[in-house]
T-cell receptor, first 110, second 117 residues
Framework: GEDVEQSLFLSVREGDSSVINCTYTDSSSTYLYWYKQEPGAGLQLLTYIFSNMDMKQDQRLTVLLNKKDKHLSLRIADTQTGDSAIYFCAERESWGKLQFGAGTQVVVTP | GAVVSQHPSWVICKSGTSVKIECRSLDFQATTMFWYRQFPKQSLMLMATSNEGSKATYEQGVEKDKFLINHASLTLSTLTVTSAHPEDSSFYIC?????????????FGDGTRLSIL
C-alpha cells in the first residue's frame, strides 16, 4: 500500500474552513509538504513543515503535525472558490525524494 | 522566485515518434531535477532523479532506454520518450530543487500532456 494516505474527496461551502488530513508511515521524515494542483497544471508548493514543529501558520493556511501519530493536516480558513483543486500531501524521503499521497479533491460550493 | 518552466505544455504525435520535453529552472540553479508521470485522477509517480553532470537514477520498473534523461546544465534537464506508443500517453511533470539544497522543497513545472495517436 501507499506510504502516504489521504482521503480522496472533500466538499466545503464557501467561507467555511477546510481541513485535509494525511497520514504517513516514515517516522524519519524530516519535512512534510502540501502541494496544490489545479486542472491541467503542475503542482504549486503551498507550505511545508519541519518535523520538529507542531504547527505552522501562513495567512489562511495552518498546518498541524502530530509526529507521534504520524498525522498531518492542512486547514484552509475562509475557503474560496479558487481553492477548489487537488491537494497532495508529501513526505520527504532520503536524498530529497518525495512520497506523495493520492491527493484530496476539494470542491468549494457557493 | 523558484520558477520552473516546462516545454511543451501539450504535444500530440504519431506512434513511433520520439518526443523531447524540457524542464528549466528560470531563476535558480538546480543540481537535481525530478521527472514524474501522472495518470488521470492519480498521484505522481517518480520516474527518475536527474543529477547535473551525471547519469540519471531511474526508479524500479522505469525503462531507461525508453525514457532518456539528460541534465547537461544547472538549469536544464530533458526527458526524451523514445519511439512513443499510445501507452506512453500521460501527463509528465518535472520538478527542481535548489542547488546545494537537499532540504529545500521541490518546485514543479506546469507539466506536459503527451498524447500518442
Amino acid at each position: 500500500g501507499e506510504d502516504v494516505e489521504q482521503s480522496l474527496f472533500l466538499s466545503v461551502r464557501e467561507g467555511d474552513s477546510s481541513v485535509i488530513n494525511c497520514t504517513y508511515t516514515d517516522s524519519s521524515s524530516t519535512y512534510l509538504y502540501w502541494y496544490k494542483q489545479e486542472p491541467g497544471a503542475g503542482l504549486q508548493l503551498l507550505t511545508y513543515i519541519f518535523s520538529n514543529m507542531d504547527m505552522k501558520q501562513d495567512q489562511r493556511l495552518t498546518v498541524l503535525l502530530n509526529k507521534k501519530d504520524k498525522h498531518l493536516s492542512l486547514r484552509i480558513a475562509d475557503t474560496q472558490t479558487g481553492d477548489s483543486a487537488i491537494y497532495f500531501c508529501a513526505e520527504r524521503e532520503s536524498w530529497g525524494k518525495l512520497q506523495f499521497g493520492a491527493g484530496t479533491q476539494v470542491v468549494v460550493t457557493p | 522566485g523558484a520558477v520552473v518552466s516546462q516545454h511543451p505544455s501539450w504535444v500530440i504525435c504519431k506512434s513511433g515518434t520520439s518526443v523531447k520535453i524540457e524542464c528549466r529552472s528560470l531563476d535558480f540553479q538546480a543540481t537535481t531535477m525530478f521527472w514524474y508521470r501522472q495518470f488521470p485522477k492519480q498521484s505522481l509517480m517518480l520516474m527518475a532523479t536527474s543529477n547535473e553532470g551525471s547519469k540519471a537514477t531511474y526508479e524500479q520498473g522505469v525503462e531507461k532506454d525508453k525514457f532518456l534523461i539528460n541534465h547537461a546544465s544547472l538549469t536544464l534537464s530533458t526527458l526524451t520518450v523514445t519511439s512513443a506508443h499510445p501507452e506512453d500517453s500521460s501527463f509528465y511533470i518535472c520538478s527542481a530543487r535548489l542547488r546545494q539544497g537537499v532540504n529545500q522543497p521541490q518546485h514543479f513545472g506546469d507539466g506536459t500532456r503527451l498524447s500518442i495517436l
